[in-house]
């Protein structure tokens, strides 16, 4: 299997291309890219990221590993990242982790059977007042409750 | 006790789209901005005594005087990463008001003779940078970016670079790092203050509120700015307070003022009505204060320093009388032991190592020797790394070791062999 940034994404890289002094700086647009393209970035992208900015391959996968943001494997249909810092520990991020498992059989760093969901714990992210918060797809939920939580996980298709 | 400067905008509806910004005074400054001669507004900036507000408090005009300007072209960044534990005060000024910011990086990119702005921002601020993709394309549209603003014979591009989840990439020198697209390794600091440098170029880093301050000192005049806050931290700061408190939010505050009113008038006191126990009062990085300090601490940079602790970015995390301390620092060092970049030996082990013992402590496993060795390797990781990031953890262990030992023994007790 290849990979080839699809036309739109084409697109963006050209115009990014005038937007810095070395192409390298398009490095992590490009992982970026590639991860909303396929849902992860497979080892088929980085070799095509890294022959398009003439680096190594394994230089690539350095920089894929060292953002966690960045997936090196697929993840299930709905991603959610429970914030598990300070300020959400004291405002009652057990109790969510603990719901998602016994009612919803969703587990820290696990994907369901089904491959629906997907449960990443995450460092701070910058929803401290609205703690307990997670990021479900990218978008945040604040105020998180165990009843908010089902209304938010029975309300997807 | 609630003073707006970068915080006047928030209440207006839809004060990020351009037409309503431009209504309420969007934009007003960079008539008068580029009628000054550039270094006239870093002089304006340094005389306001404006400080960094990412964590460091450094003087920004200052810092805007190292840009050679012998050399082309030449950058500022705009420090978006907010990861600092506690903190969520940048993204309130790229949701409510991300032009704001766009006139601040006009402003000082005008002075200080940057080429080309970038806005990095953590990626898991998508929304928010979204809202200011779409600003800074409102921008070009009406030639407030681009080559020849308002027909001032400044140009300016500015671009929107997105982080991939690493909170290292806040501290300046990784953010360039990360920039020209590498991993987000701090850098070795230079012997002599100078510039930061991205691609060989001149850079310089200013947080995201410090830049969204410039417009009002240049529009208003440094006294404007000085009326507010104290000698030493002239101005207002966006504080934030999360935890276990009533009201959690952002308030744009003058420095100066009592934590312990702003706990209880603008937070509304410890939740639930419990009793105070401590607050971090500036992100996890700044050590803990009991709530005896509290009561004695004010909101500026040399109270706060004094008393041991620091300002830091203004994110107050308030812990009521049931809070356990041994687990509170466990949490935070396991985020440290996460986000440690790991170049320095005493960092990448060390943060590893404290977490590991505070497991075993609070497994009940631990003894007196735990103790000691957790300030062992506490004292081993300052000063001798290559940034901030190693020492600023072993000042949150002593904090929390000093201040609530008896907490940390209580575990003993609980040994079961
Ligand atoms: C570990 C570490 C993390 C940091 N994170 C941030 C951050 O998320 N945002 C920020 O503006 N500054 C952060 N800083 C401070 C920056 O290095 C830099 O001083 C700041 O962006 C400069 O802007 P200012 O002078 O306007 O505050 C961090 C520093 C360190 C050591
Ligand atoms: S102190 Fe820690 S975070 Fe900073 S450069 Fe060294 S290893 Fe990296
Ligand atoms: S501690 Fe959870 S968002 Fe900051």
Redesign the interface.
Known sequence: MSFTFNPINEEKIKKLWGEYPKKESLTLPMLWMAQYQEGWITPEAIRTIAARLELSPSHLFGIATFYTMFRLSAVGTYHIELCQTLSCALCGKDALIEHLGKKWGIRPGETTEDGRFTLSLVECLGGCGGAPMLSLNETYHENVTPESLDALLEGLS | MIQRIVSRKFDIPDAHRIDVALLHGGYATLSKAFAMEPDAITTEIERSGLRGKGGGGAPTGKKWRLMPKTIS?SYLVVNAD???????KD?QILQYDPHLLIEGIIVSAYAMGAD?AYVYI??????FHDRLVEAVEEAYERGYLGENIRNSGFNL?L?V???????ICGEKSALLE???????HPRLKPAKPECEW??G?PATVNNVETIATVPFIVQEGFEAYRAYGTDQSPGTMLF?????ISR???YELPFGLRMMEVIDELGGGVKNGKKLKAV?PGG?STPVLTAEEAEKATLDYETLSAMGSGLGTG?M?I?DEE?CMV??LH??LS?YR??SCGQCTPCREGTGWVDTLIRHILAGRGDETHIQTLLDVSKTMNGQTICVFAPAVSGVINAFVKKFRPEFEHYFQRSEG
């Open positions: 072209p907010e990861s600092e534990p506690g903190t969520f993204r080309h953590r990626g898991e601020y998508k929304a591009s671009s670079h997105r982080g991939a989840g690493a909170y990360s920039l020209e697209g590498k991993r987000g991205y691609f170029h934030a307070m999360s935890g276990h959690p939010g952002v971090i996890a994110g995390i812990m809070s687990k509170a949490n935070l985020f996460h986000e």
